[in-house]
């Protein structure tokens, strides 16, 4: 399914839980909680793509959290045209583009500090750090170039980089909760940064 039509499900399931919550809620205490959101992730490195990710974290009291994510960022695309043969002596001009795709995984831990904004709903920003993996792909085209076109695998890689987010979440009921959040993912390993906006779904054990 496409994370545009992943992001309205989800969307359209927070509404659900809001409008049950709309008699009195108490105020989310101490415990465990799980989580999914969907999102749509911007790569510096070029173009947009789906996001998912799972969470899940622990609370203490209602000012402060723990959490760990795992997000499929989905992937980043570029691509560049280059003359091989520049020089004035070229009998023929050949102009290869090459076609770039460069995918990104990442599992994470965060501090999140929460501030209350009357009885249902809070901001909250999170500091967190993870491991990145980075999948590269590359296709070159040109009328000189052997198998022009195909995707070939260039490898992986593994880098380490800082997180930033900040967002606010309706507490609908004492168990459930909607998230809205936006999240930078630093430059890593020189790597392009990663910034992603997520609609997410919380559910609190002893709610």
Same mark, same amino acid.
């Given at each position: 399914m ?12 927070g509404?659900?839980?809001? %409008? $049950? !919550?709309? /008699? ?5 205490? @101490?415990?465990p ?5 969907? *999102?749509?992730a +911007? ?5 947009t ?32 045209v ?9 009998l ?14 990442r599992v %994470? $831990? !965060?501090? /999140? ?5 009357g @009885?249902?709903f ?5 500091? *967190?750090?993870? +491991?990145?993996?980075?999948g590269h ?6 009328d000189l ?23 606010v ?17 630093a ?14 779904m919380?559910?609190r054990?002893?709610?």
């Amino acid at each position: 399914m496409h994370g545009r039509g992943i992001v309205r499900i989800l969307a359209a399931l927070g509404l659900a839980v809001a %409008s $049950i !919550g709309a /008699s009195a809620q108490q105020a989310p205490g @101490a415990g465990p909680y799980l989580g999914v959101a969907a *999102g749509i992730a +911007r790569h510096d490195f070029g173009g947009t793509d789906r996001a998912l990710a799972l969470f899940g974290g622990y609370r203490f009291a209602r000012f402060f959290a723990v959490e760990g994510r795992y997000a499929d960022l989905g992937s980043g695309t570029s691509t560049q045209v280059i003359d091989t043969c520049p020089a004035i002596e070229c009998l023929i001009p050949s102009l290869e583009t090459i076609h770039e795709r460069r995918s990104a995984d990442r599992v %994470s $831990i !965060g501090l /999140s500090g929460v501030v209350p904004i009357g @009885a249902r709903f809070e901001a909250f920003a999170r500091v *967190g750090y993870g +491991r990145v993996q980075y999948g590269h792909q590359v296709a070159i085209t040109g009328d000189l170039v052997r198998g022009s076109g195909v995707a070939r695998n260039a490898g992986s890689q593994h880098a380490s980089a800082a997180e930033f987010a900040a967002g606010v979440r309706f507490n609908a009921t004492a168990a459930w909760a909607v998230r809205l959040e936006g999240e930078r993912i630093a430059d890593a390993g020189g790597e392009q940064p990663i910034t992603t906006g997520w609609i997410g779904m919380e559910y609190r054990f002893g709610g």
